[in-house]
């Protein structure tokens, strides 16, 4: 690389020559905090543009009127969106939606918790290579990976034929909620295993040394100091297992029947087919206070620093 | 920490440390099966999917014969480049800006600028159809926009959520480094802008390379919003292979969809090499 002569115009030196008065320290930090802030400027301008506004439109949309056209006019606002929350239809979904998030939030952590273990127990090298190995498909296309269980569940899929072989009922399970359950195990099962990786790599193994010197069993050990350990884990995975579940859209599309939709799926169906912009807006919300909710958990359970 | 203490506390003896490597070994399957299941039946002479019944190309070539297909990979490419290159300089300022400063009102923008990253797409999805729907017209003073068209409504809406991602992987980047290196070069009259492009830029790199290239797959594999955004005739593959794969499985399906997921995870791949150098450098710390 060419090595440029030194800069010809002179620095402004003022900010190095230091400090006698305290004024000129404060007025250098203050000048910096400037800087910082000019440099931020654009990033913040355009998220408040394209995220916060938008934020803002569909809070607003949710207390909006809806002409009888199907427009949403914001004008009039009222609750009438947040009344029509208690309906059996929504609430039949938001109910299926809650308990199909749990399950697959439960059944993430029971596959990843023993897998987060092993890996953060090999030697670096391995382990390097088995977090790749399970972040490959963390940020690879999720709608393929889902659509590669319609490949295997369909009427002549190998799952499909291989359950039929095994003499486990008629095999056919696309197009429902074991199907959707399924879907989502398999699309965010790496989202609970990095944060469980990383709560349990973290463990002080001389305790667990400690616990089994004063004769506690194996089982005792990891019962009494590394699972209390490794919760923050448990809380960060479970939180963001949790949140994408319960707004799904994509796996109950693909995989699940016209019975099988989740509050994404009803949001979407109200934006796209109803046309009822304050209804889908308010659900919106809702599944908007979820996340707020659950992401404050989670960061209490220090899920930033995981 | 946990390198120094003897293996045998960690791991479990006997029938159950087997039962933890089958464990771990089943739940990999799990993950690569289908994927490789997929890859293989792309290849398969038949109509029926199920059924392996010899090699074949044809639905590659039906592929790239396939003009919707062509025009939407377009439409793809287009988004994914002008948006990552926005994402990847809003990004990195911001990561810069919220680590390497304290000023007042950076929490705030701390929290906003992590919210694109957990909220659920859907979400994001309807924010940007609401907005675009009530604003369109707002933006037809900037010469050249046009937010009647879906491309821009596409580009915005995607540096939306990459600006996040990209300031992540560069803010992961940048807490490693520490700041007296900078101040080494301002000490030797660097001026604010050569010590960045001197010595933070070159340090940095890998990070927003890192960024960049999950910029990248993030915008190729939307569907959500994408599919709320983009208007007829311009649709994004992600969205076209949406609507075909909704439909059923096909072998044309089998076909894109392996195209797609080999793209995703090249540059997933590429990504994780280039800023697993700044993981490795941490840990021998």
């Known amino acids: 690389m060419p090595v440029e002569a030194p800069p010809g115009d002179a620095p402004e030196l003022e900010d190095t020559t230091e400090v006698a008065t305290p004024g000129l320290e404060y007025q250098a930090e203050r000048a910096k905090a400037r800087q910082g802030f000019l440099l931020g400027l654009p990033t913040i301008v355009y998220l408040l543009i394209f995220f916060v506004a938008p934020l803002g439109f569909v809070v607003a949309y949710s207390f909006a009127t809806r002409t009888s056209t199907g427009r949403t006019e914001l004008r009039d606002f009222n609750l009438n969106a947040y009344a029509r929350l208690g309906d059996d239809i929504i609430m039949t979904v938001a109910w299926r939606s809650l308990w199909m998030a749990v399950l697959a939030t439960l059944i993430c952590l029971v596959l990843a918790y023993p897998l987060a273990y092993f890996i953060s127990t090999r030697s670096p090298a391995v382990r390097n290579m088995l977090l790749v190995a ?56 790496p989202f609970m295993v990095l944060p469980l990786y990383a709560a349990i790599e973290r463990v002080d193994w001389s305790l667990v040394e400690g616990a089994r010197d004063l004769y506690a069993s194996g089982w005792a050990a990891f019962r009494r100091v590394v699972w209390p350990l490794s919760r923050p884990g448990v809380i960060a995975g479970s939180m963001l297992v949790f949140v994408p579940s319960f707004g799904a859209y994509v796996t109950p599309a693909i995989l699940g029947g016209n019975k099988e939709g989740l509050l994404g799926s009803y949001i979407v169906l109200q934006f796209l087919s109803a046309r009822n912009g304050p209804v889908g807006s308010a659900v919106s919300v809702v599944v908007l206070g979820v996340m707020l909710v659950s992401t404050l958990i989670y960061f209490r359970a220090g899920g930033k620093n995981l | 920490m946990s390198k120094g203490v003897a293996k045998s506390t960690a791991e479990p003896q006997g029938a159950s440390r087997w039962l933890l490597r089958g464990h771990s070994a089943a739940v990999f399957a799990f993950f690569y099966a289908p994927i490789v299941v997929l890859c293989v039946f792309s290849f398969n002479d038949s109509n029926a999917v199920g059924n392996w019944n010899g090699f074949t190309l044809d639905w590659y070539s039906d592929l790239f014969a396939n003009d919707n297909i062509q025009s939407s990979i377009w439409v793809s490419v287009k988004v994914c480049v002008v948006s990552t290159l926005i994402s990847v300089v809003l990004g990195t300022a911001g990561a810069l800006a919220l680590e390497r400063f304290r000023w007042w009102g950076q929490k705030a923008f701390d929290a906003v600028l992590y919210l694109p990253i957990i909220i659920p797409d859907v979400t994001m999805a309807v924010m940007m159809l609401v907005f675009f729907s009530e604003t369109a017209s707002w933006f037809d003073w900037i010469p050249g926009v046009n937010l009647q068209n879906g491309l821009e409504k596409l580009v915005f809406s995607h540096v939306a959520f990459n600006i996040s991602f990209v300031s992540v992987v560069v803010r992961a980047r940048l807490a490693n480094l520490d700041a007296s290196m900078e101040e080494a070069a301002a000490d030797l009259y660097a001026n604010r802008w050569q010590a960045f492009r001197r010595v933070t830029l070159p340090q940095i790199m890998p990070g927003v390379i890192g960024g960049a290239l999950l910029a990248v797959t993030i915008s190729l594999d939307d569907v959500v919003v994408s599919s709320f955004v983009s208007a007829v005739g311009g649709t994004p593959l992600s969205v076209y292979v949406f609507g075909m794969l909704r439909k059923g499985v096909t072998p044309l399906v089998n076909s894109v969809s392996v195209v797609m997921l080999a793209a995703s995870m090249a540059f997933v791949m590429a990504s994780l090499v280039i800023s697993r150098a700044t993981g490795s450098e941490r840990e021998e710390r």
Request: hydrophobic fraction near 50%; aromatic fraction near 14%; charge should be negative.
């Open chain 1, 134 to 189: 399970v972040m490959i498909p963390f940020w690879s296309n999720f709608l393929i990976r889902t659509y590669a269980w319609r490949v295997l569940l369909d009427s002549d899929g190998l799952v499909t034929q291989g359950l039929e072989l095994l003499g486990l009922g008629d095999g056919r399970i696309l197009f429902t909620s074991n199907a959707v359950i399924l879907g989502l195990v398999y699309g965010y099962l």
